[in-house]
């Protein structure tokens, strides 16, 4: 029996010391590590390839607000810029948190009507209560436009009416 203790005892004295060998080789390996990573990472920066240990780095962007006075395309369109960049999923609750005044009055009411809708429904309802009245023909009505005051004017109700006529070619 003495002779199985004294085996026991060697063995684990011999796992002790190849344990404690493969900890020092662990911890000089991340010490090279660490050091690799901070003199490269400079130039992996600056080489514009991200470091894939860190997580993204978000912008800071604040968020569009909405008050129901203007076209809500340009709204909408700042929306979907903040929901691509910050990678948002809950783009309805976003957006309705930042409506103000009428348009926030408007929104408790689809609410109440309709419970919280689809994004996709959102700027539905959203352009049908705040956007310029529906026509028929979005294309005619931006071939009408005619100068009547200086360019500017111009230029802003054509590029108001562009997004309406959907995609067109520059031919």
Not at 29 to 36: C, E, F, G, R, V
């Amino acid at each position: 029996m003495g002779d199985d203790l004294r085996s026991t005892v060697e063995s684990l004295a011999k796992a002790d010391q190849r344990l404690q060998t493969t900890v020092e080789a662990n911890a000089t390996a991340i010490t090279a590590l660490s050091t690799d990573c901070s003199s490269s990472s400079g130039s992996k920066q600056a080489e514009g390839v991200p470091s894939v240990d860190r997580p993204p780095k978000f912008q800071k962007m604040d968020f569009p607000r909405y008050d129901g006075k203007s076209d809500p395309l340009i709204f909408l369109n700042r929306c979907e810029s903040y929901f691509h960049q910050q990678r948002i999923m809950e783009k309805v609750w976003m957006a309705s948190y930042n409506l103000e005044d009428g348009a926030q009055m408007w929104y408790i009411q689809v609410q109440t009507d309709e419970g919280t809708p689809s994004w996709r429904r959102f700027k539905e309802l959203i352009n049908l209560r705040y956007g310029p009245p529906l026509r028929s023909a979005p294309l005619f009505e931006l071939a009408d436009c005619r100068r009547t005051s200086t360019v500017a004017d111009y230029q802003d109700r054509f590029q108001a009416l562009l997004p309406w006529a959907r995609a067109l070619d520059e031919a």
